[in-house]
């Protein structure tokens, strides 16, 4: 098996990071980034084309109000410090997640970030960011729904190519490989319709200590896995 073309990461970690040290959350926060910087770096130099990072779930906005602010903070900072560097480095920067929500500043930000990036072809980084799956799922089933109430589709026309057409990651690959960090075992709302077959690595560490050591390590067990996407497995068949 080749090297994954797309990669998703559920960062996940950094509060616990941050307080197995008597640290703020804040901090964990702080040091996911860097990590996050990292991470983007080490994907492209293993030749992975599409990076997918789980930022910002649509639950999280239950966290308490001073998390969530410093949450918001840190994006825009790592966006202004770093979309330049990313730009220079010929990387695509898309977002997926429920845009209508968003404040104005947070919402301008992203789509700064895509459109200066839109013609970068080195490498794709998608940031999930007031993402979740079963709500994108439920808003592509919304405008699917209003279409056909509207006349303008069958129900007919409704099959599982279409469907994948209106959701928020149209026109990208499906992640050969989605990766969790701090030894949780559960996908928790992200990407559950364009994982079906991806190949699932649960690592123990933080987010916050991630390192290209630890995708090196994820990228060499996807390799070593064989892929069926529901068939057989060609030994199976040889019997």
Not at 113 to 132: D, R
Not at 153 to 175: I, R, Y
Not at 192 to 214: G, I, K, M, N
């Amino acid at each position: 098996m080749t090297t994954p073309a797309h990669v998703a990461i559920i960062m996940d970690g950094n509060g616990r990071w941050a307080k197995a040290r008597g640290l703020p959350r804040v901090a964990g926060h702080r040091a996911g980034v860097e990590a996050l910087r990292n991470a983007v770096r080490a994907a492209g130099d293993l030749g992975i084309s599409w990076l997918t990072v789980y930022a910002f779930s649509s639950e999280n906005w239950s966290r308490p109000k001073s998390e969530v602010t410093d949450l918001m903070g840190l994006l825009k900072l790592f966006i202004r410090r770093d979309l330049a560097e990313l730009h220079n480095a010929g990387v695509r920067v898309r977002v997926i997640g429920d845009r209508v929500t968003l404040q104005p500043d947070i919402r301008n930000l992203l789509e700064e970030a895509e459109s200066l990036t839109a013609g970068n072809t080195s490498m794709n980084l998608v940031i999930a960011f007031n993402y979740g799956g079963r709500d994108e799922i439920a808003r592509a089933a919304r405008r699917i729904a209003e279409a056909v109430e509207r006349g303008e589709l069958s129900s007919n026309d409704v099959t599982a190519e279409f469907l994948d057409e209106q959701l928020d990651t149209a026109g990208m690959p499906d992640p050969d490989l989605v990766i969790r960090t701090s030894g949780e075992i559960r996908l928790s709302n992200f990407l559950p319709w364009q994982s079906a077959y991806s190949e699932l690595v649960f690592l123990p560490c933080f987010w916050p200590d991630f390192t290209r050591e630890h995708l090196a390590e994820a990228v060499r067990e996807y390799t070593g896995r064989e892929r069926r996407f529901g068939g057989l497995a060609e030994r199976d068949i040889a019997l």
